[in-house]
Nanobody, 128 residues
Framework: QVQLVESGGELVQAGGSLRLSCAAS??????????MGWFRQAPGKEREFVAA????????LYGDSVKGRFTISRDNARNTVYLQMNGLKPEDTAKYYC???????????????????WGQGTQVTVSS
């Protein structure tokens, strides 16, 4: 089993920055996880891919709407993945979820169905 706990979401003004964290635990985390991803979901909208990282090598993928503004990183020793969000816009308002997958790659990491473990989410609200 893998447990994921997100933190760092809050209310911020447009143009501001936030860093989200996702702490992973569980006996099988290291052996199970190939990739970690961040997704977001606003009310009435589908869950949207934000970013993903290959757990071992650190390769990254980004959604088009956040490319150049958000950065995903990880700390293997702490089993933690981060999402640094700069230049926030009101349209970034959503609940942000981290997830763990046994896959990584452009054909896999963008699809929520490829992630087996999910956190509870953390709310990010960007005011205009």
């Amino acid at each position: 089993q893998v447990q994921l706990v997100e933190s760092g979401g809050e209310l911020v003004q447009a143009g501001g920055s936030l860093r989200l964290s996702c702490a992973a635990s569980g006996r099988t985390f290291s052996s199970y996880t190939m990739g970690m991803g961040w997704f977001r979901q606003a009310p009435g909208k589908e869950r949207e891919f934000v970013a993903a990282i290959r757990w071992s090598a650190g390769s990254t993928l980004y959604g088009d709407s956040v490319k150049g503004r958000f950065t995903i990183s990880r700390d293997n020793a702490r089993n933690t993945v981060y999402l640094q969000m700069n230049g926030l816009k009101p349209e970034d308002t959503a609940k942000y979820y981290c997830a763990a997958s046994r896959y990584f790659g452009d054909n896999f990491s963008r699809a929520p169905s490829k992630y087996h473990y999910w956190g509870q989410g953390t709310q990010v609200t960007v005011s205009s």
